[in-house]
């Protein structure tokens, strides 16, 4: 139900609003394999239960346990593996959802506003954007001219 209605909406506003992208995916998102899915797990596994085993920690050997455990399923009867894959696939989404906004979020405020300001503050316009009543064009003149119009006729 939510998805048609957003898929009109979707629709109407590429209709109407002039839109020439809607900045969707036109690929589905697809999970790993299974096998892929617990060969990972199983390194990933074993890796804790090393680290555990070289600092002297029991707990090493359940880490291993279960790293062959997984590692077995993966290689004889992968499909046992599919919830565990689907269930990893959708936190996956959810961190993409929730984490990317915040980076991006973070990236601008942190790194592209504070040097805007900075060259705000020192009175730099880089991109020429000023108003000035007294101009009759915003034209640039290059001195010395660029290359010949002659020389620009085979670009591609």
Known sequence: MIASVYERWLMSVKQTSGFHETLQRDDPIECSTHRSFG???????????????WHASVLGWWWLGAASVVLGIALTVPGLLAPANRM?????????YVVEPVV???????????????????GKDLLRLKWDRNATSYWIVRTPPGPSPASLRQQF
Do not use: E, N
């Not at 990893?88 to 993409?96: A, I, R, S």
């Not at 991006?104 to 300001?117: E, H, N, Q, S």
């Open 39 to 53: 060969l990972v797990f199983a390194g990933l596994f074993g890796l804790i239960g090393l680290a555990k085993l």
């Open 88 to 96: 990893w696939f959708k936190f996956g989404l959810l961190l993409h």
């Open 104 to 122: 991006m979020g973070l990236l601008f405020f942190l790194t592209v506003m504070p040097i805007g300001l900075a060259m705000r503050l020192a």
